[in-house]
Nanobody, 128 residues
Framework: QVHLEESGGGSVQAGGSLRLSCAAS????????MGWFRQTPGKEREGVAV???????SYADSVKGRFTISKDNAKNILYLQMNSLKPEDTAMYYC??????????????????????WGKGTLVTISS
């Protein structure tokens, strides 16, 4: 059974940094499209960053140059390094995985993109 568990959320001031982690289990982690998504109440879910099986990455325009997605295949952990954080980055952040690698070409551009598996989320709050 696939299980994704996020950690690392918290509250920081604008300009600060956070690193989110997602521990994955129950599937062949390295062969999936993995990604980070975020959502605030009343808004559509946004694909923040994705990484595919060969390490290629894609980012939402809103986070390019500030966020970095990476993964440790040996430990089955997905990371999101977030720098230069802004109040508008405040959201619940979710880790997700999809068996279809083509999801990595769409997830950061299609609102509310559906992935096969989701974690429960970790809250990030940025104060001005």
């Amino acid at each position: 059974q696939v299980h994704l568990e996020e950690s690392g959320g918290g509250s920081v001031q604008a300009g600060g940094s956070l690193r989110l982690s997602c521990a994955a289990s129950g599937y062949t982690y390295s062969s999936y499209c993995m990604g980070w998504f975020r959502q605030t109440p009343g808004k559509e879910r946004e694909g923040v960053a994705v990484i595919d099986s060969d390490g290629s990455t894609s980012y939402a325009d809103s986070v390019k140059g500030r966020f970095t997605i990476s993964k440790d295949n040996a430990k089955n952990i997905l990371y999101l390094q977030m720098n230069s954080l802004k109040p508008e980055d405040t959201a619940m952040y979710y880790c997700a995985a999809d068996r279809d690698l083509l999801s990595c070409t769409a997830a950061t551009t299609v609102p509310n993109y559906g992935m096969d598996y989701w974690g429960k989320g970790t809250l990030v709050t940025i104060s001005s």
